[in-house]
């Protein structure tokens, strides 16, 4: 568990357990519905969005061989988000310290308060790599997000792709941390 005070916030982040996974699955139907927006994405016909790799994250392989990590955040002990961190890559070769911020959720109730930017750059801290950031082409705010945290965080020293493939379509921001702390 990783404790962050900011601005008067308690902010906890917390691997999630097998005993979390349900509202975990709760927390990822909010952030799918928010990015529908931009994907264009509908749910299924009970209503629910599918994230097709949500398991994984909470298997023995998807754990050790896939570098998959869930984390719940709260703030002041209430939920209110999510990050889910893996080691795949688009851009570079999958190593045990390739780092892929696969999805990150704040609700927005929570949002604009730099709460955000602090728990990725602890999350940053925390576990040092090769990381990568995409963004969906459509999600202009994500990529200001993301652009702005990632030069803040290593003082403009990565490298931004912009891909229109099978692979991804939109940017992708790649730095790299490792002995930074």
Do not use: C
């Not at 990590?69 to 390739?98: K, R, V, W």
């Not at 403009?156 to 002995?179: H, S």
């Amino acid at each position: 568990m990783i404790f962050i005070h900011h601005n008067g916030y308690h902010i906890k982040l917390v691997e999630a357990s097998v005993i979390d996974k349900p509202v975990l699955r709760s927390m990822i139907q909010f952030y799918l519905y928010d990015t529908s927006e931009y994907n264009g994405k509908d749910p299924d016909k009970h209503g629910v969005f599918d994230y097709m790799f949500f398991d994984h994250y909470f298997t023995d392989h998807g754990r050790q061989q896939e570098g998959r990590l869930p984390i719940m955040i709260q703030i002041n002990d209430l939920l209110a988000g999510f990050a889910l961190i893996n080691t795949f890559s688009i851009l570079t070769p999958q190593t045990p310290s390739t780092r892929n911020l696969a999805d990150f959720f704040i609700m927005r109730k929570w949002r604009r308060r730099s709460i955000g930017k602090v728990i990725v750059k602890e999350i940053f801290d925390t576990w040092q790599g090769h990381w990568e950031v995409k963004q969906e082409r459509e999600n202009i705010s994500a990529q200001q997000f993301w652009r702005n945290v990632i030069h803040e965080y290593t003082s403009g020293a990565y490298k931004e792709t912009d891909l229109n493939d099978e692979r991804w379509n939109g940017p992708i921001q790649e730095f790299d941390n490792n002995g930074r702390l």
